[in-house]
C-alpha cells in the first residue's frame, strides 16, 4: 500500500526558510522510474507544480520559484525534503507530495497547510 | 513551459447530465495529458492518464480522449459525487503545469 505524508510548520515568517518533509512507504524511489514531486495549491486557488525528484537524483523545478526551491531525497528513510527560501504571504498555501510512477501522479499525500505571517 | 488552459472554469449541472470539459495545451503534448478530481479539503486523485486510459477504481461513466493540443474529459450522466473541481495536467514537459481547473456545481 503506497502512502504519502507531509509534515513541517504550519506558520513560517516571511523572509524564512520553509522546509517540508514528506515520508512515504509502499515504493522505493531507487527503483527505475519513480520520483517524487511536491504542488502547492494557495486557499481557493489552482494547483502549482513546484518540483521533482527522481529515483536517480535528476531534480527540475518550477520556473518561477527555480531559484527558491531545493530538493533532495533520503532513500534509506523513505523521505523527500523540500525547501523554499524567502517565504512571502503569496507562498500561503496547502502543500502536496505525490508520487508519479513514470510520469503520472498516482498518489497523493493529505497536504500541509503552510501560512506565512508575521 | 507549457500553457494548460480548461474551459469553463465553471459549469453548473444537474444529476444525469452529460458534462465534457475540455483542456488546451500551448505546444504539442502527444497523449502526455492526465485528468484529475478534487473535492473540498481533499489531495487530487487520479481520475484519468495518458489522454484516455481509466485510473483503476475509476468509474467508467469518466472517459478522456485528445491528442496533440486538445483534450475533453467527458462524464456520463453525473452523479451527486462527481460535484468536483477538475485540472488537466501535462506530464510532456518539464516543467509540468496544471490547467487553472473547472469547478462542477449543482445546478
Known amino acids: 500500500q503506497v502512502t504519502l505524508r507531509e509534515s513541517g510548520p504550519a506558520l513560517v515568517k516571511p523572509t524564512q526558510t520553509l522546509t517540508l518533509t514528506c515520508t512515504f512507504s509502499g515504493f522505493s524511489l531507487s527503483t527505475s522510474g519513480m520520483s517524487v514531486s511536491w504542488i502547492r495549491q494557495p486557499p481557493g486557488k489552482a494547483l502549482e507544480w513546484l518540483a521533482r525528484?527522481?529515483?536517480?537524483?535528476?531534480?527540475y523545478f518550477s520556473t518561477s520559484l527555480g531559484t527558491r526551491l531545493s530538493i533532495s531525497k533520503d532513500t534509506s528513510k523513505n523521505h523527500v525534503v523540500l525547501t523554499l527560501t524567502n517565504m512571502d504571504p503569496v507562498d500561503t498555501a496547502t502543500y502536496y507530495c505525490?508520487?508519479?510512477?513514470?510520469?503520472?501522479?498516482?498518489?497523493w499525500g493529505q497536504g500541509a497547510l503552510v501560512t506565512v505571517s508575521s | 513551459d507549457i500553457q494548460m488552459t480548461q474551459s469553463p472554469s465553471s459549469l453548473s449541472a444537474s444529476v444525469g447530465d452529460r458534462v465534457t470539459i475540455s483542456c488546451r495545451a500551448s505546444h504539442s503534448i502527444s497523449t502526455y495529458l492526465h485528468w484529475f478530481q478534487q473535492k473540498p479539503g481533499k489531495a487530487p486523485k487520479l481520475l484519468i492518464y495518458a489522454a484516455s486510459s481509466l485510473q483503476s477504481g475509476v468509474p467508467s461513466r469518466f472517459s478522456g480522449n485528445g491528442s496533440g493540443t486538445d483534450f475533453t474529459l467527458t462524464i456520463t450522466s453525473l452523479q451527486p459525487e462527481d460535484f468536483a473541481t477538475y485540472y488537466c495536467q501535462q506530464a510532456y514537459s518539464t516543467p509540468r503545469t496544471f490547467g487553472q481547473g473547472t469547478k462542477v456545481e449543482i445546478k
Open positions: 525528484i527522481d529515483w536517480d537524483d535528476a531534480k
Open positions: 505525490a508520487r508519479a510512477a513514470v510520469t503520472v501522479l498516482d498518489y
